[in-house]
């Protein structure tokens, strides 16, 4: 099987430069896909293609790719960011989707 | 606007069937241009990909699931469904249903419904 995998907890203050990364050994070749899901909530996608915003997200959040590593990073994190962030990808021959399991980030 | 529903029994008895389903608003299931998906959240851990499915019936599933997995879709009412087999208390989780575009490289799952909870317990 295949495996994304994140740090389990992030924490940074209210300002401060969050950045949350996921490795994958496929990520050299798929896109990464970063999703937000806060408390109660369903995910909502943050990032598509490893670094494109969908519309309606804020510019503090952006995404970028090198080698096996996928990086989310807010700039200037706000309490409202708050939540668990999940990556996703696919294995080599699109066999396995998978999340990565997950990053809870703290904003405070 | 797509909106997507999901609906079903709220409490499964272990080693019956769960079986859910999902309607979509605001545009049409047939579109070529997605698939659609289930995920599922164990309380309090990851998210899981269940499997995918195209209006015309294809489909794709978790290797981990595919035994026990079947997605169905009804163009006509614009809804597919969910039926995962023998369900044991590790089945237990929020079950998502999202739109898939899957195209060349790009592959997520956005949007997605708002949840369905189901325990399996006796």
């Known amino acids: 099987s295949y495996e994304l995998t994140q740090p389990p907890s992030v924490s940074v203050s209210p300002g401060q430069t969050a950045r949350i990364t996921c490795s994958g050994d496929?990520?050299?070749?798929?896109?990464a896909y970063w999703y937000q899901q806060k408390s109660g909530q369903a995910p909502v996608l943050v990032i598509y293609?490893?670094?494109e915003r969908p519309s309606g997200i804020p510019e503090r959040f952006s995404g970028s790719s090198s080698g096996t590593m996928a990086t989310l990073t807010i700039s200037g994190a706000q309490v409202e960011d708050e939540a668990d962030y999940y990556c996703y990808s696919t294995d080599s021959s699109d066999n396995h989707r998978v999340f990565g399991g997950g990053t809870k980030l703290t904003v405070l | 606007q797509l909106q997507l529903q999901e609906s079903g029994p709220g409490l499964v008895k272990p080693s019956e069937t769960l079986s859910l389903t999902c309607t979509v608003s605001?545009?049409?299931?047939?579109?070529?241009?997605?698939?659609w998906g289930w995920v599922r959240q164990p309380p309090g851990k990851g998210l899981e990909w269940i499997g995918s499915?195209?209006?015309?019936?294809?489909?794709s599933y978790s290797p981990s699931l595919k035994s026990r997995v079947t997605i169905s879709v009804d163009t006509s009412k614009n809804q597919f469904s969910l039926k995962l087999r023998s369900v044991t208390a590790a089945d237990t989780a929020m079950y998502y249903c999202?739109?898939?575009?899957?195209?060349?490289?790009?592959?997520?799952?956005?949007?997605w419904g708002q949840g369905a909870l189901v325990t399996v317990s006796s």
């Open positions: 496929a990520l050299p070749k798929k896109f």
């Open positions: 293609e490893d670094s």
């Open positions: 499915i195209f209006y015309d019936g294809s489909t």
């Open positions: 605001g545009g049409s299931i047939s579109s070529s241009n997605y698939y």
């Open positions: 999202a739109r898939q575009t899957l195209l060349a490289r790009t592959d997520y799952f956005d949007p």
